[in-house]
């Protein structure tokens, strides 16, 4: 039987591939590969889209929380509170500015910031909350507005997601090739309400600069180039239709029943998919049949970012964050992509239940 990837990126572009090779010839025939036209069109397409005022294009989604972190003033002495549970760049931002992560758990039904424990850990030094959308779910946003301290969406994984991307100071995006909105290499986005803000990144995006001339800040060479700029305007178009196409699968795979031999993740209007997480004790026997079935699966954040040796100077020890951990054991996520056929969601979950016949 054919294999079924964890996520097939290339499924999702195939129907565009004729107007991808016109948008690269175009930038071809222009010369044009740096901050140029369709930097500057993509940036105000995906401001308006998001709902914000600006959007400045930067070379990844870890830079673009760099460049945040650091127009912000956040350095040495601040402390940035955000979660262990999540990819290891949110964390690595905060200490690439000198300033300390300080971690806070999660709650177990969303795997998103947990408010309470977040709230438990502002100090005097506390200069911002970073919160995750992680795996395409929004992070409780009208809670953490309400701690008092500026946040910063980390939004890497849920572009698309209607209510995300304008709440806080400031949002990062990552268009690395697996996440919701894509491009065929990296690329990154800033996006705020605040114009001096976006003005700010700007600059840092490019030396420090705002004309080549002068010099005003200690800055990056961080930029989103022409060819991935033009893929994205393209790709944005169909966003919401990829959106739409991976809540089926979700749905899907509820109805199929798949519950019933695990824990779905909770379903929420703005929920994006970008992964499909589940939960079970009995998770390694489930991916070992699975991959026995040519299926792929994966299982994410395994040693918590609190737990790892280049934060183990900060002094967690385990148990420290009781919630993380214990995701860390039991999640594993199944193919989910915008597209994925009823066929493949079918195979996925009679492997997953003939390996866990009764949900742990
Ligand atoms: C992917 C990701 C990043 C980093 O994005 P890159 O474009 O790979 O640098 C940051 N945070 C989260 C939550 C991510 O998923």
């Known amino acids: 039987m054919r294999p079924i990837p964890l996520v097939d990126v290339k499924a999702q572009y195939v129907p565009f591939l004729p107007r991808i090779r016109e948008a690269i010839e175009g930038v071809l025939e222009s010369g044009a590969f740096i901050l140029g036209p369709n ?13 914000v005022r600006d959007s400045v294009g930067v070379a990844n989604g870890t830079d673009a929380l760099v460049l945040v972190l650091d127009a912000l003033g956040v350095g040495s002495g601040d402390e940035v509170i ?16 000198g300033a300390t992560p300080v971690f806070a758990d999660v709650d177990a039904s969303t795997m998103n910031l947990d408010p309470e424990d977040v709230a438990a850990r502002i100090t005097k030094r506390t200069k911002a909350i970073l919160a995750v959308h992680l795996f395409g779910r929004p992070a409780p946003l009208a809670e953490l507005t309400q701690l008092g301290v500026p946040f910063i969406e980390d939004a890497a994984q849920a572009f698309g997601s209607p209510d995300i991307g304008r709440t806080g100071i400031a949002s990062t995006f990552s268009f690395y090739p697996t996440k919701n909105l894509f491009c065929i290499g990296d690329g990154g986005l800033v996006s705020t309400d605040d114009a001096a803000l976006a003005e700010r990144v700007r600059m840092l995006r490019f030396h420090g600069s705002r004309d080549k001339v002068d010099f005003e800040l200690i800055g990056y060479n961080s930029r989103l180039d022409e060819l991935q700029a033009a893929v994205l305007r393209i790709f944005l178009g169909e966003l919401d239709g990829w959106v739409a196409k991976r809540r089926e699968a979700a749905a899907r795979y509820a109805e199929l029943g798949l519950g019933r031999a695990c824990d779905l993740p909770e379903d929420e209007p703005g929920h994006v998919y970008h992964l499909f997480v589940c939960r079970s004790n009995e998770r390694d026997r489930i991916r070992a049949a699975l991959k026995q079935a040519g299926i792929g699966s994966a299982v994410y954040y395994t040693t918590p970012l609190h737990l790892q040796n280049a934060f183990a100077d900060l002094g967690y020890g385990h148990g420290s964050l009781p919630v993380t951990e214990q995701l860390a054991l039991d999640n594993f996520s199944v193919p ?16 997953v ?3 866990a016949p009764v949900a742990s």
């Open 82 to 97: 955000c979660p262990a549970f999540t990819f290891y760049a949110t964390a690595e931002a905060i200490a690439r500015r």
């Open 336 to 351: 989910i992509w915008a597209g994925i056929d009823a066929d493949a969601q079918e195979r996925v979950v009679s492997v």
């Open 39 to 51: 930097v500057a069109a993509f940036e105000r397409e995906a401001a308006a889209y998001l709902g």
């Open 353 to 355: 239940q003939a390996a």
